[in-house]
């Protein structure tokens, strides 16, 4: 559905959002001059000791330029093409980006059924069957994505068991943290305690979804795992020539409270908006809100009519599902009348 440029606010995406204002004083606070391209530079060099600070200095980090690249580099380093990888089937690595896992990974991914986007050791135990069989894919890793498709969050007991279980069979355990941010805050963690510290190898850390203009990063907590990455990010093309950009943002985000004062509002936004809707008897929420996205089945002959003002995306069409993102700049006003005309609708 395409869109005019409009000053107003809508619930489709938290990638539908502008830019942070910080983010744009960081962009342009770092358009001095010359800096050596592809990353040399004093920009990302800042940028990385910041993730050092969140996550140990341990760490491998790289900027890539934006999530399903991420991804695809982050599980390309962690297999051979005939691993498999484990993940829920709401999964966007399953289910929104196109098959790059497949295509640039050779890997076949092995989905879960999972009535809250989180992947649970009980339904992956059966892929591990065929382990050492020539026939058989070899699984190698369980991604999660945190917050999940579905808005939920993988509490620190969930994902430590997922990684236990993955390290046990030899495997790896990815996080696809688009909203990290959203999820940190939704636990009242820190980013290291939620990722490295219950175990996980790798991590796509997300950017966008939380302010940025763009730019995500690839995190190894097993620097081991990282040996390759530079020609991976290269060969992958997500070798951004003028990183300082990327950094620039990434240090602004993360150095300062930035990261969570916009993901705390986003989440707040998601339960006023989550809220108001349960307060009408039509509509029927689907699943706990706990990071900035609401999902709510509507009845199917009110979506079109709200579509013609709100844009979003119906998540199951069978049962008339749609979903509702909040991002940092989703203002109370924009929920009441939202609502309202939710109501008006309805009546
Ligand atoms: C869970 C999740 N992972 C990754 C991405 C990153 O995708 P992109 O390649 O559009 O930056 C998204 C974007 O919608 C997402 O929702």
Not at 200 to 216: C, H, I, P, T
Request: aromatic share 10%; charged share 25%; hydrophobic share 40%.
């Amino acid at each position: 559905m395409k869109r005019t440029v409009s000053a107003s606010r809508s619930f489709a995406s938290d990638n539908n959002a502008g830019v942070h204002p910080e983010m744009i004083d960081a962009i342009t606070a770092a358009n001095q001059g010359h800096v050596i391209a592809y990353g040399d530079d004093v920009f990302t060099e800042r940028a990385v000791k910041v993730f050092q600070k969140h996550f140990g200095r341990d760490i491998a980090v790289y900027f890539v330029f934006g999530g399903t690249g991420a991804n695809v580099l982050g599980l390309q380093a962690a297999t051979k093409s005939y691993n498999a990888v484990i993940c829920a089937e709401t999964a966007h690595i399953n289910v929104d980006e196109c098959g790059a896992p497949e295509k640039f990974t050779g890997c076949k991914l092995l989905s879960v059924t999972t009535p809250d986007g989180k992947v649970r050791i009980e339904e992956i135990s059966h892929f591990m069957h065929g382990v050492g069989f020539e026939h058989h894919v070899q699984p190698r890793v369980i991604s999660v994505s945190q917050a999940t498709e579905m808005g939920t969050v993988y509490t620190k007991s969930e994902l430590k068991a997922l990684a236990d279980f993955a390290h046990r069979n030899d495997m790896l355990l990815h996080m696809d943290g688009a909203r990290i941010s959203n999820a940190a805050v939704s636990l009242n963690s820190s980013f290291r305690e939620i990722t490295k510290d219950v175990g996980v190898d790798v991590l796509s850390f997300g950017g966008a979804k939380n302010g940025m203009m763009y730019g995500e990063a690839v995190v190894f907590f097993d620097r081991k795992l990282a040996a390759d990455f530079k020609y991976i990010r290269k060969q992958g093309m997500h070798l951004p020539s003028k990183m300082r950009f990327i950094s620039a943002q990434f240090e602004a985000l993360l150095t300062g409270d930035l990261w969570k004062r916009s993901a705390t509002h986003a989440n707040r936004m998601a339960k006023l908006l989550a809220g108001e809707l349960e307060k009408i008897p039509q509509i029927k929420l689907t699943q706990p809100v706990e990071a900035n996205g609401v999902f709510a089945v509507v009845p199917r002959k009110y979506v079109p009519v709200l579509q013609k003002k709100y844009f979003f995306y119906v998540w199951n069409e069978e049962i008339s599902e749609i979903r509702l993102m909040t991002s940092f700049d989703t203002t109370e006003d924009d929920i009441a009348q939202f609502v309202q005309l939710v109501k008006k609708i309805v009546k």
